[in-house]
């Protein structure tokens, strides 16, 4: 990028007005986010950065040079929709799909429930990678140990219990995209084997004896302040500034909340086909409570208010009632009359419990679901109406 006497992206443009057609990679030593992002716009095929081996230069040459007929297919994102009318979500989305042809690292940083993963997705299906493997991980499920042979894999006897090999996630992923989800949560250890990984592309099985080449595009992502996760030695300085080529931040559905009319309309339609339901939309009552909300779920808190609401209606229309909301949960509006319960809270909670269980015809696991709460808080519930009733 930084040539004595010309400009990499001045140059990369001039080659493109030649011909349109030609890959280019461009090579830096510095991780500067804007230069990666407008190469990209530019029609750069990928964005390194020093120091590189000949090894990775050869696998990402090699699968350039393979890969160009998919390059210029037409892509679609088939099942994986990302529902928005909202302009910052929009640039977003634009500048997804403008740098995802590349083999460069992704960082998305944003709340849980957001949508990191389906963005992911969204970055993987418009890629030239799109027809091989997506394989995704959460950082958080797993304890460090299983973490490890899930990543990297292991052979056979390497120790109790690994009775044959098995490939890890950056096998699997190989060719493909790799999603390293919540990767803020991975132990410093474990970081730095990371770290290797993205230098040299090969990875080493537990107890294996030869590298193992792999080509991965990876995306991390994680609900943090990595910078303060940086500042506290919990997260590497060199992995973050190896993964934080290109970044992005998701923004909270309390910043977007114009999307949640369409939302609605795309959950309702949605859990109308699941359960053979035939709600036709919201009440102005329901839609104004949904605005109210500060949604700090984000959009998985909303579409379960959602699925939970197409079971509790039974006419053609979600009223507010069957959202059921409550009013400390709201943000403050000014109202004409102060909010007058006609139920206490524990009534209102058993009718909600036992409404989702006729519904779901006592499928307890499913009502909890939609509940958000445990089996184990549902069934403790039960008991304790149960109790009650045999007092009474």
């Not at 770290?195 to 943090?224: H, K």
């Not at 839609?287 to 500060?294: D, T, V």
């Not at 909600?352 to 696991?365: A, C, E, H, K, Y």
């Amino acid at each position: 990028m930084d040539l004595p006497q010309a400009d990499g992206l001045g140059l990369l443009k001039r080659i493109k007005e030649v011909n349109a057609s030609l890959p280019v990679i461009l090579i830096s030593a510095n991780a500067r986010v804007e230069e990666a992002v407008e190469a990209m716009k530019l029609g750069a095929k990928d964005f390194l950065l020093k120091p590189l081996t000949l090894k990775m230069i050869e696998i990402i040459v090699s699968y350039i040079s393979n890969g160009l007929k998919a390059t210029h297919q037409n892509v679609s994102n088939g099942k994986f929709t990302i529902i928005t009318k909202n302009k910052e979500m929009k640039r977003i989305l634009k500048l997804a799909k403008e740098v995802a042809d590349s083999n460069a690292s992704v960082f998305i940083q944003g709340e849980s429930g957001t949508g990191k993963e389906l963005f992911a997705r969204h970055i993987h299906n418009y890629s030239s990678r799109k027809d091989k493997a997506f394989v995704a991980i959460n950082c958080a499920a797993l304890p460090e140990s299983l973490l490890e042979s899930e990543l990297f894999g292991h052979e056979k006897g390497s120790f109790t219990g690994a009775i044959s090999r098995k490939k890890g996630k950056f096998e699997l992923a190989n060719h493909g995209t790799l999603l390293l989800d919540e990767i803020s949560e991975m132990n410093y250890q474990l970081q730095s084997k990371l770290l290797r990984v993205l230098q040299e592309r090969e990875i080493d099985r537990i107890g294996g004896t030869a590298p193992v080449p792999v080509d991965v595009r990876f995306i991390a992502t994680t609900n943090r302040d990595i910078e303060k996760q940086i500042d506290e030695g919990k997260f590497r300085e060199d992995l973050h500034y190896r993964l934080h080529v290109i970044p992005f931040y998701l923004p909270p559905l309390r910043e977007r909340k114009d999307d949640i009319p369409w939302l609605a309309d795309y959950f309702i339609e949605k859990y109308c086909d699941i359960n053979r339901r035939s709600v036709k939309g919201l009440t102005q009552e329901a839609l104004a409570s949904l605005m109210q909300m500060p949604w700090k779920g984000n959009v998985r808190e909303f579409e379960n208010v959602i699925e939970r609401a197409v079971l509790m209606c039974k006419g053609d229309f979600i009223d507010a009632e069957h959202l059921f909301l409550t009013e400390k949960n709201k943000q403050p509006v000014t109202a004409a009359h102060p909010f007058m319960p006609t139920i206490s809270l524990k009534e209102m909670e058993r009718n909600v419990i036992f409404t989702t269980l006729d519904q779901t015809n006592g499928n307890r696991t499913h009502a909890a679901e939609i509940l958000g709460i445990s089996v184990r808080t549902l069934r403790n519930k039960l008991n304790e109406y149960r109790k009650k009733m045999e007092i009474q």
